[in-house]
């Protein structure tokens, strides 16, 4: 089983190293001179609650929309699932570094199977706890993102918890997102 998670694992990673390769090379090739007041980004991030995130994002001169969700499914208790969305403010528009201060929200949930539980419900022939561990929150956040030439890393500290369980204190990604 984990010998097909990490064949699975290794076939997407070269694939999300192909397109973004695709989409560099494509948005070199057509760029023009002239800037335009839109913008638009898409990338892939890694971190906390949620693994691994696909990013999207549209702008406007200095206001952004920016989107991020991912899940990944191993069995039936063993799976987890996240997205997160916000505006900001993006300062130094233009040049390779901007530095966006601005609200978000989003939604992580995830399930892992805990064999100790599993062993104590089969040793009383009955179920006397979850087989499993989980983790959920649902936040409204403030958020700071900081990118240089596409690499960036976000932070996100949640000021309202409308669902907590075993929630993170602080919510980071780094990754790299490329805009055109």
Known sequence: MSISIAIITNMLLKR??????????TGTTFANEKPSSWQFEAGASAGRPTPILLNAGVGYKNLFFRAMAGAMYFGTDDYWVGYRGGFSWEFFHGLPFTL????????????????????????????????????????ISVEMRASIYGFFTYIAVPVHGFMKHDEPSVIWQVGYAYKF
């Open 16 to 25: 999300l190293i192909v397109a973004t390769l695709v989409l560099f090379c």
């Open 100 to 139: 966006s201060p601005g609200i978000g929200c989003g939604y992580a949930f995830a399930k892992a199977p805990n064999e100790i539980y599993k062993a104590m419900n089969r040793a009383n022939s009955t179920i006397y706890v979850r087989s499993y561990n989980y983790k959920e929150v649902l936040d």
